[in-house]
T-cell receptor, first 113, second 111 residues
Framework: SQTIHQWPATLVQPVGSPLSLECTVE??????LYWYRQAAGRGLQLLFY??????ISSEVPQNLSASRPQDRQFILSSKKLLLSDSGFYLC????????????FGPGTRLLVL | DAKTTQPPSMDCAEGRAANLPCNHS???????VYWYRQIHSQGPQYIIH?????ETNEMASLIITEDRKSSTLILPHATLRDTAVYYC????????????WGAGTKLIIKP
């Protein structure tokens, strides 16, 4: 069966510090991968998606970036965090090329102070 | 902007059927209706989807009106563990990899 991992579960970082969130998927090959952010009480906002190694599409301009160095690994990064980067970050995967049924990880709660 | 509208919150008694409405009056012919739910502090979970016909699985039933302008998600025997935010999403292959998430409906199951 397929599983998706995210770490860390929670993170408190000072403004201006770097960020690296990791997501890995097991039990499937060539998945579509997604990074979302969720503000408190709001729906999910798609940040990045990837249909293959090294292929990243960005949906929202921001100071975040994403990379996919391996087939089942998706990384969300920032060089300098802003207060507005606080939120709940979710990684998801879907069977390529389908998009509509996505399977989500447990999420990382980021607080930037 | 989300293509669907949902009430912000609903209550339901434990053991009763929970009926969650969703309006999608501008849905196009090739858009499916998808339902996800998100239990507090967890990632969303896929529930069910449909195009025209009513659908049922082990989690829920989906009733889509004949004109496809609205639908209802039915949890037949709600339990306390069904307390969550429920999202209704209209999606087609033309949506460029985006599931458009609204604020959903906060469903509270009361004992």
């Amino acid at each position: 069966s397929q599983t998706i991992h995210q770490w860390p579960a929670t993170l408190v970082q000072p403004v201006g510090s770097p960020l690296s969130l990791e997501c890995t998927v097991e039990g499937t090959s060539n998945p579509n991968l997604y990074w979302y952010r969720q503000a408190a009480g709001r729906g999910l906002q798609l940040l990045f998606y990837s249909v293959g190694i090294g292929q990243i599409s960005s949906e929202v301009p921001q100071n975040l970036s994403a990379s996919r160095p391996q087939d089942r690994q998706f990384i969300l990064s920032s060089k300098k965090l802003l207060l507005s980067d606080s939120g709940f970050y979710l990684c998801a995967w879907s069977v390529h090329p389908a998009v509509e049924t996505q399977y989500f990880g447990p999420g990382t709660r980021l607080l930037v102070l | 902007d989300a293509k669907t509208t949902q009430p912000p919150s609903m209550d339901c008694a434990e053991g009763r059927a929970a009926n969650l409405p969703c309006n999608h009056s501008t849905i196009s012919g090739n858009e499916y209706v998808y339902w996800y739910r998100q239990i507090h502090s967890q990632g969303p979970q896929y529930i069910i989807h449909g195009l025209k016909n009513n659908e049922t699985n082990e989690m829920a039933s989906l009733i889509i009106t004949e004109d496809r302008k609205s639908s209802t998600l039915i949890l037949p025997h709600a339990t306390l563990r069904d307390t969550a935010v429920y999202y209704c999403i209209a999606y087609s292959m033309d949506s460029n990899y985006q599931l458009i998430w609204g604020a959903g409906t906060k469903l509270i199951i009361k004992p």
